[in-house]
């Protein structure tokens, strides 16, 4: 395909692409549930406060004395992230919903343009690369799930894209400096510290690592050690098969969203609030949970296994794959954060990789459609695991992945 083509083909798919962005886009921020946003503007106004933003029963209380028109979650992210949220509650809830919402947008479009100048090929107009990924954004039903929600996918799908880009230009501070405060924000991103270390970026890991230092002693000067207790107390209620504020009987660890590897076990393997399985053994679905989570890190190292080799885009994929599929949450919107991969993929399709057209077929529409994951007839025995399409449509980009992956020379072109 000439580069002609191509920049005709980029021109008619961003004219269609924004026109169904920017339609969806109107009709999430009218109806939006705001749930998670909820507990974003309740945390920073607690915290400015003095209040506990991880005690169910502060915020539920300040939830009432607002009068805040929607659900309300718990706050699951670091108390510094808290403190920069402070700002928020200054606006009234809905100009800080309107405000929260605009800035997802921007940073969304911020890493669409890095996966634009990522992925882009010598003979690719750069148009050709954003329509590509604003068609596929305006049919993307995990980040209208995110947008809806008042969630930070769109943040962190910056900070991975941002790192990469960093990275992959041998600026590993800055690198370092962009996941580690990520990882003040929301704690997933840390994992690619890990990556960091195994690949000998000692600069990346460090930078990381002080980034997250820095972001604590911020944090403790602030709200003190009572605060960050009680943040303790509920980061251990989210292990497998847990749950948060227990003590309100909440067990988000089966709820029809959460698309998590462990969540096919405990559905399948309980009886419990949400489904019915084929037996009920909380033993031998923590069992399974741990054992699968045990192979999801084989195969992370599996594909890392050149150690301190040059980072490759093909490594760095998977790890992120890996952060949303190690814990025993991984909500539908959460995938919005796998444009990288997404963006990959197609890249891997373009220059005639390996497997054909099918599997990356499949698995994207898997991803990109919407779902009713609250199918009744999902309740119960083996019909259980139609709840976790999305997870499917994931592992499918996994298989495909190593279907092209790289061989033992760095950088090798594809066959």
Known sequence: MNREIKKRIGYFLVVIGLVFYVQQSLLIFASAHRNDFAHLYLAGYLAERGGDFFDPEWMLNAHGYLNIPTGLNP???PPFFAWILIPLSWLNY???WAFFFVLSQAAFFWALSLLVKIFQGEDDPRIFWWGILIALSACFFPLRQSLSAGQMNTFMLLVICGA????SGKREIEAGLVIGLGAAIKIAPGFFILYFLWKQRWQAAIAAGGAIALSLVISLFFFGWTVHGSFLREA??????????SQLNQHYHVEPHNQAPSAVWYRLLTHNESTKGIIDSPTLAKGFSYITALLILGMLFWGIRRGPSPCTIWEYSLWSVGMLLL????????????FLLIGFTIRLLLDSGRGGLLIPSIAISLLSIPYWYDN???KQGWMTLLMNVKLYGLLLLVLYLFMNREKDECEAPLD
């Not at 251990?236 to 504020?245: F, L, N």
């Open 236 to 245: 251990g209620e989210m292990s497998y098969g847990s749950s948060t504020w």
């Open 327 to 338: 814990p025993s949450l991984m909500w539908d919107h959460y995938l919005t954060q796998m």
């Open 94 to 96: 809905e100009s800080a």
């Open 75 to 77: 706050f699951v992210y």
């Open 164 to 167: 990469w880009r960093l990275l």
């Open 376 to 378: 009744p007839s999902y």
